[in-house]
């Protein structure tokens, strides 16, 4: 409780600030943790800025009179509890979203696959092994591959082709 603020706080229009903060402190609180959850730790700081918000309307004239102080409390912590979850849902938006759980069946799979792969590469000529390997594995380019490999662009493409045909025939054996 803000005990400065509620001492600072003088009679206005009529009412003793001190005196209904102590009353409706609790049907704030209650309000907003059954609005936000009582596990939220926001809960009481929200409470905290509607009380001070309270006050600060009610010093600069704010509350008329025109209804009662229990529901000009009222209005203010309804809209106090929307603009909190307003403000927290626009931030969930923003957040990704976690991956699913990897298949089981589809890791077994895929590691077979690899293992399939890796043991067909090992079975080409050297130089349809350095191309792959260069090409998909290292991620060079074309152009870079053939400065590495000494021969020419076009050729590592005719080279690349020819070993992906390769691949493909002793993974099919």
């Known amino acids: 409780m803000h005990e400065g603020k509620e ?5 206005d229009k009529g009412l003793d600030l001190e005196e209904v ?6 049907v704030i609180s209650f309000r907003v943790k059954r609005s936000l959850g009582t596990y939220n730790p926001d809960w009481e700081d929200v409470v905290n800025e509607i009380i001070t918000n309270v006050i600060e309307k009610v010093k600069k004239g704010g509350f008329r009179g025109e209804s009662s102080i229990g529901t000009f409390i009222y209005t203010i912590t309804s809209r ?8 927290k849902t ?4 923003y957040v990704q979203e976690p991956s699913p759980f990897p298949d089981p069946k589809e890791q077994v799979e895929k ?5 399939l792969i890796a043991k ?3 079975k080409l000529k050297p130089k349809y092994k350095d191309i792959l390997y260069l090409y998909y594995f290292k991620g060079l380019s074309r152009e870079e591959v053939a400065r590495k490999l000494d021969i020419s662009p076009r050729r590592v493409s005719e080279r690349v082709n020819y ?3 390769l691949l493909k025939k002793i993974i099919k054996q």
């Open 7 to 11: 001492a600072v706080a003088k009679k």
């Open 21 to 26: 903060i102590t009353k409706y402190r609790s």
């Open 80 to 87: 106090r509890i929307v603009d909190y979850i307003r403000q």
């Open 90 to 93: 626009k931030v969930m938006k």
């Open 111 to 115: 590691k077979e696959r690899d293992e």
């Open 120 to 122: 067909s590469i090992k």
């Open 163 to 165: 070993s992906l045909k």
